[in-house]
């Protein structure tokens, strides 16, 4: 059944929808990932650049469809790019001759079969590179002998795999149904054969692609970005319990260019909307500060990813220009919403605008002062999605929200933190008093890799208001004091994935990770 | 499998459970008026208490049984089904309330703030002394005091209830009680002086 899912994706896939699971197709095989081009048209005829075992060079183009004469004439000059222009890439020896490779999820027709024979023959006589060609069929082989071979164990659930296969891919990400699907992946037990460790990361993420079509076809890139952070969350679990970092990073790196390609997607999308609206229903103005409020924090947390990941281009004037247009649309609308704000102090205070940067922080800070100590109902806490504290603001709540939240907060240790560290000692000591009303709450994992899973089984939460009086200096050098014990090493590789956890698990936000983001964020600044 | 329309018994479940939860929550006036905290993940919770203190959580668990025959379940009307569930909850919310009080004896036994009136009567001297000895926030805006909510067994009501007209309209009992609220709010007042940021 699983099968016929799979071909179902491949045939309905555009080559952006299955370039990430041809990637871990050809990891399996032994293929070393070089380069993917994930934002756009492929450069240089090239849309994937690897080494395979033997460390031959190898360049893919990517086809969706069926290639008839007509339309093999017309991409014919991109094929030839692709096998005549040498890889341009710093990992690459440009004097080797590379491997050539056409993928296509439909077939070739007849004619261009021939075609492809004959240029081949007349270039081999000639000693030049030839094309090789993948076709649908193959390809259809490929990953499901790959799901057949690898799954370590059986799909636990059948149905939640079919339901989040045809969930519609317009809507916000089901977290907690695709986290209980994925972790019917995760190897069990403490200790495990590396390779099979292997294995259900690669499953983990092909599992992960053919779910995540149906945002795909629907341009819904922001579940499509969550549902990618929450698939590299789950690599990131493995590689952690593990100790397996080493043998997962090709699939962690995979996930990591899907996270990239969508968000670059939604960036794009929203840059280009005129006013954000985008639907025909009369209360959309009811949703647009939910929504605003959410593409800044996705807009500046991707531009921080790429900043952590090295990325030279990671600054982008248009973001600044999306965060002054909209700057009184954006709304704190639940401790959920906060990562929101606090990735666009970072993203303020990193391009120099510290006093817009500290106006977002004091705003936060005031905001959850506001809700606990004037209107006494508090924020609702980050265990509730977005749709949740949408729902409860409109009156739309199908069972009431019984849990209290007034005088607690999960995210006032971290505000805090992050406000003594950038010097606003005034401002703090203004709010103090109501300051040490609200208790501050934190969950604390058990094992780190719990770290990354959207509820952990062992852990403990930690609650405990402010002092009372409260020294400055001593806040200051609590808020500097870093104990990289208290860290996943998995944050320590990948920090530039941080910042996206807590757009789609904003509980995982804790003072002790705020401090090392802030470090890495603001360390050069 | 029999005939069978399990979209409504799964509605009509999810309803009378939704009861149970409600009834459980509302129904001793203490119980709803706390606060309601939810663990979403873990097996811990630790908490710290206003003298800076860090105290485990133990978790207890309230549950109540009741058992109908199959014989009874044919004939079950929603009704019946109502007074069962309410019945549970009734228990429960006993259960949960009086482990409540104990837990409240035992922590202000330790901190010093508990009175055993060794059998004597419940007097307005008692009442002050009481009073004394918890501690009474003030409104910031208005200056008005939360007062604490003040529960007793019906049997010590039924002997006080006619003596409080004569307590609220005693004018010395009304100067006395007037200055320990003077002294509550002054307390208040020290104590939140010492909220603040310092050097």
């Known amino acids: 059944m699983i099968e016929r899912v799979i071909e179902n994706w491949l045939i309905n896939s555009d080559e952006r929808g299955y370039q990430i699971p041809f990637c871990q197709l050809l990891n399996l095989k032994g293929y070393k990932i070089v380069h993917i081009s994930v934002h756009g048209p492929f450069e240089q005829g090239k849309d994937i650049i690897a080494l395979d075992s033997h460390k031959n060079p190898c360049a893919f183009q990517l086809k969706a469809g069926d290639i008839s004469l007509d339309r093999w004439r017309k991409i014919r000059s991109e094929v030839e790019e692709l096998l005549d222009i040498p890889i341009n890439h710093p990992g690459i020896d440009k004097t080797i001759p590379h491997n050539a490779i056409l993928v296509t999820n439909g077939t070739l027709s007849d004619p261009v079969r021939r075609e492809i024979d004959d240029r081949n023959e007349s270039r081999k006589r000639k000693g030049q590179t030839i094309l090789d060609v993948i076709t649908g069929g193959l390809l259809?082989?490929?990953?499901?002998?790959?799901?057949?071979?690898?799954?370590?164990?059986?799909?636990?659930?059948?149905?939640?795999?079919?339901?989040?296969?045809?969930?519609?891919?317009?809507?916000?990400?089901?977290?907690?149904?695709?986290?209980?699907?994925?972790?019917?992946?995760?190897?069990?037990?403490?200790?495990?054969?590396?390779?099979?460790?292997?294995?259900?990361?690669?499953?983990?993420?092909?599992?992960?692609?053919?779910?995540?079509?149906?945002?795909?076809?629907?341009?819904?890139?922001?579940?499509?970005?969550?549902?990618?952070?929450?698939?590299?969350?789950?690599?990131?679990?493995?590689?952690?319990?593990?100790?397996?970092?080493?043998?997962?990073?090709?699939?962690?790196?995979?996930?990591?260019?899907?996270?990239?390609?969508?968000?670059?997607?939604?960036?794009?999308?929203?840059?280009?909307?005129?006013?954000?609206?985008?639907?025909?229903?009369?209360?959309?103005?009811?949703?647009?500060?939910?929504?605003?409020?959410?593409?800044?924090?996705?807009?500046?947390?991707?531009?921080?990813?790429?900043?952590?990941?090295?990325?030279?281009?990671?600054?982008?004037?248009?973001?600044?220009?999306?965060?002054?247009?909209?700057?009184?649309?954006?709304?704190?609308?639940?401790?959920?919403?906060?990562?929101?704000?606090?990735?666009?102090?970072?993203?303020?205070?990193?391009?120099?605008?510290?006093?817009?940067?500290?106006?977002?922080?004091?705003?936060?800070?005031?905001?959850?002062?506001?809700?606990?100590?004037?209107?006494?109902?508090?924020?609702?806490?980050?265990?509730?999605?977005?749709?949740?504290?949408?729902?409860?603001?409109?009156?739309?709540?199908?069972?009431?929200?019984?849990?209290?939240?007034?005088?607690?907060?999960?995210?006032?240790?971290?505000?805090?933190?992050?406000?003594?560290?950038?010097?606003?000692?005034?401002?703090?000591?203004?709010?103090?008093?109501?300051?040490?009303?609200?208790?501050?709450?934190?969950?604390?994992p058990k094992y780190q890799w719990e770290t990354f899973l959207y509820r952990a089984e062992h852990g403990k939460l930690e609650s405990g208001f402010p002092k009372q009086t409260q020294s400055w200096s001593k806040l200051v050098e609590d808020s500097h004091t870093n104990n990289e014990t208290d860290l996943p090493r998995g944050f320590r590789r990948y920090p530039q994935f941080l910042i996206l956890l807590w757009l789609v698990y904003p509980h995982r936000m804790r003072s002790a990770y705020v401090r090392y983001l802030d470090d890495a964020i603001t360390k050069e600044n | 499998m029999l005939p069978d329309f399990p979209n409504i018994l799964a509605k009509l479940d999810n309803l009378i459970t939704k009861r149970l939860q409600y009834r459980v929550r509302m129904g001793d006036p203490i119980i709803s008026m706390a606060h309601h905290t939810f663990q979403h993940e873990g097996d811990r919770m630790v908490f710290g208490t206003v003298d800076g203190k860090q105290k485990e959580m133990d978790y207890k668990q309230f549950e109540s049984v009741f058992q109908i025959s199959r014989e009874e379940i044919k004939s079950l009307t929603i009704g019946d089904i109502i007074k069962k569930i309410d019945a549970v909850a009734e228990e429960m919310t006993g259960n949960m309330a009086r482990t409540m009080f104990s837990t409240i004896e035992q922590i202000t036994k330790e901190a010093g703030t508990s009175i055993d009136q060794g059998g004597k009567p419940f007097t307005f001297e008692t009442f002050l002394e009481v009073l004394e000895r918890v501690w009474i926030d003030y409104d910031e805006e208005t200056g008005r005091p939360h007062m604490p909510s003040l529960v007793m067994h019906p049997n010590l009501y039924a002997k006080i209830k006619d003596k409080l007209p004569e307590w609220e309209s005693n004018p010395e009992y009304k100067r006395r009680y007037e200055e320990i609220m003077k002294r509550k709010y002054r307390e208040w007042y020290d104590r939140e002086s010492n909220r603040k940021l310092v050097d």
């Open chain 1, 140 to 444: 259809l082989s490929d990953f499901i002998s790959a799901n057949e071979k690898f799954v370590p164990t059986e799909i636990r659930d059948i149905q939640s795999f079919f339901n989040l296969y045809t969930y519609p891919g317009i809507n916000p990400l089901p977290k907690d149904k695709l986290f209980n699907f994925l972790s019917g992946i995760f190897p069990p037990g403490n200790k495990i054969d590396k390779k099979k460790i292997i294995l259900a990361a690669a499953n983990n993420l092909l599992f992960s692609a053919y779910l995540f079509s149906t945002y795909e076809r629907a341009k819904n890139y922001w579940s499509l970005a969550d549902g990618w952070i929450i698939a590299t969350a789950q690599l990131l679990a493995m590689a952690e319990k593990y100790n397996a970092y080493e043998e997962l990073q090709p699939s962690i790196d995979l996930s990591l260019k899907a996270i990239d390609g969508a968000l670059s997607n939604l960036q794009k999308e929203a840059l280009e909307s005129p006013d954000l609206l985008q639907s025909k229903s009369l209360f959309e103005g009811m949703i647009l500060p939910f929504r605003t409020s959410i593409l800044a924090g996705y807009l500046t947390a991707y531009r921080l990813f790429l900043l952590l990941q090295g990325d030279k281009g990671w600054f982008d004037e248009k973001v600044i220009d999306f965060l002054n247009k909209y700057r009184d649309d954006i709304k704190i609308f639940s401790e959920g919403s906060l990562p929101f704000f606090i990735s666009t102090f970072w993203y303020l205070n990193r391009i120099g605008e510290k006093e817009a940067a500290n106006r977002v922080l004091t705003i936060i800070i005031n905001s959850i002062i506001y809700t606990h100590r004037k209107e006494k109902v508090g924020l609702i806490n980050p265990y509730y999605e977005h749709e949740t504290a949408l729902r409860s603001f409109i009156g739309l709540l199908e069972d009431p929200i019984t849990e209290t939240f007034v005088d607690s907060s999960y995210s006032l240790d971290s505000v805090i933190t992050l406000a003594a560290r950038h010097n606003l000692k005034a401002f703090l000591a203004s709010m103090w008093r109501p300051i040490t009303h609200i208790q501050m709450i934190e969950f604390i």
